[in-house]
């Protein structure tokens, strides 16, 4: 390839700013097991499913609060109700 190419070839753009980024060397090999954009969409991907875990985990602990909150509440307003 030449380097017109390298220049209008987005994908090779995006490959050369992935590996400066993540500071790895960058060369103008354009034989590349996958695509940076393809390592992209991998990362996102990754990132979405491991906030969906976090959100979950924190929806069920919420989920937990409320339920021992309204036990506690519960049991103080029976308690006082038969006093």
């Not at 500071?23 to 991907?45: G, H, I, Q, R």
Request: with cysteine; glycine share 2%.
């Amino acid at each position: 390839m030449d380097k017109q190419h390298f220049a209008l070839d987005p994908s090779v753009a995006v490959d050369r700013e992935f590996c400066i980024r993540r500071n790895k060397a960058w060369t103008d090999c354009p034989y590349v097991e996958l695509s940076s954009l393809e390592k992209l969409l991998n990362e996102v991907n990754g990132a979405k499913v491991r906030a969906n875990k976090r959100s979950l985990q924190g929806r069920r602990r919420l989920a937990k609060v409320e339920i021992a909150y309204e036990k506690y509440a519960s049991s103080r307003f029976n308690s006082k109700a038969t006093e």
